[in-house]
């Protein structure tokens, strides 16, 4: 995607138009793009990742999106306008991007001290915004169209690079040191862009960003391919940028885990309206329990009858058992108690009856 410093150097190539007439109007845009026919351009401006082409009472804006192209008295090759222009000293060509128009003046819309590029620039509007959003995550507040508008993916990487801060910091743990450079740099590095960009030598410029190896410790590049809200690609180095977070916010992504939370609060009802099946549920979960417990109760229980009734019969058997032999023992020594007579005497009595 284009940034604020790649749309001023649009505005610069494009000025020659400023104060011309459209004579001819073509392209693919969906738009009533005719109405531009015939007009004179009054100016041709940029805020922020935004081109504008003013005319009287109504202006046209341009954002290229993340694939957008341009070219000036040329065609890009193989490939159809989104938006041509043509004036008696040239065309400008558009591709790839939404056109829009507004109704109005630009200073109606655009506040001009949101711009890091802007003559207008204003870093105290900046910092007060910056306040009112102490939960933001650093690389999240750098991707804030209306605090830093024009700053991009790249400046966002490369800014915290510069002033050694982590980009999953919350703008509210930041010392007041810190957020002072962070806000500088922000303009500053976009200027650098600036430079870079018309040398062409941009990517020979990058420190971290697409990189692998920290040019100022020699460790590895951490890379995200989304972090924060905003999910956007990250390159950041884990020892020399510093995380700075508040105690009771130790977890990343902040902002959106706190609208998340009071989304999901707002949309329960109350607990009261929950009080009574819970307390059912509650009453129902103990007398299972209850019943699964007295099961094996009953079935103890059981057994140790039968194991009473049979101990009960061993006893019983074991008793009568003793009486029978008692019995026996007492028959077999009354009979053993008895008398017998002696062999000589019964042999005498014998001799006699005979006699």
């Avoid at 003013?54 to 290229?64: E, K, P, S, T």
């Avoid at 024009?150 to 400046?155: E, R, T, Y």
Wanted: aromatic share 8%.
């Amino acid at each position: 995607m284009p940034e604020g410093p790649s749309i001023v150097i649009l505005r610069e190539e494009a000025a020659k138009f400023a104060g011309k007439v459209v004579r001819e109007v073509g392209g693919n845009s969906r738009q009533d793009i005719q109405r531009m026919a015939g007009k004179r351009v009054r100016a041709l401006c940029s805020w922020g990742k935004h081109f504008l082409v003013v005319f009287d009472g109504f202006y046209l804006r341009v954002h290229f999106m993340l694939f957008g192209r341009y070219r000036i008295d040329a065609l890009k090759e193989n490939a159809s306008p989104r938006l041509s222009l043509r004036f008696d000293n040239g065309e400008l060509n558009l591709y790839a991007c939404s056109v829009k128009f507004v109704e109005g003046d630009p200073d109606a819309t655009y506040d001009w001290r949101g711009d890091v590029m802007a003559d207008a620039w204003d870093p105290k509007l900046a910092r007060r915004k910056l306040k009112d959003v102490p939960h933001m995550l650093a690389a999240d507040a750098l991707l804030e169209q209306d605090v830093f508008a024009g700053v991009g993916n790249i400046i966002k990487n490369e800014v915290l690079w510069r002033i050694r801060v982590h980009p999953e910091s919350t703008i509210g743990a930041l010392p007041s040191r810190k957020l002072g450079e962070l806000i500088k740099q922000a303009r500053d590095y976009s200027f650098d862009f600036l430079e870079w960009k018309k040398a062409f030598v941009l990517r020979k410029h990058y420190q971290v960003h697409t990189k692998s190896v920290c040019p100022r410790d020699g460790n590895k590049i951490t890379w995200r391919k989304q972090l924060g809200e905003k999910q956007r690609r990250a390159f950041f180095c884990d020892v020399c940028q510093v995380l700075y977070r508040e105690k009771e916010l130790q977890a990343p992504a902040v902002a959106k885990t706190v609208r998340t939370a009071v989304s999901k609060t707002a949309a329960k009802p109350p607990r009261a309206a929950h009080a009574k099946p819970v307390a059912k549920k509650a009453v129902a979960k103990k007398a299972v329990a209850k019943k699964a417990v007295a099961k094996p109760v009953v079935a103890k229980k059981a057994v140790a009858k039968k194991v009473v009734a049979k101990k009960a019969v061993a006893k019983a058997a074991a008793r009568g058992a003793g009486t029978t032999a008692r019995k026996a023992a007492r028959t077999t020594s009354v009979r053993d108690a008895r008398p017998r007579r002696a062999p000589a005497r019964a042999a005498a009595g014998t001799a006699r009856s005979r006699r």
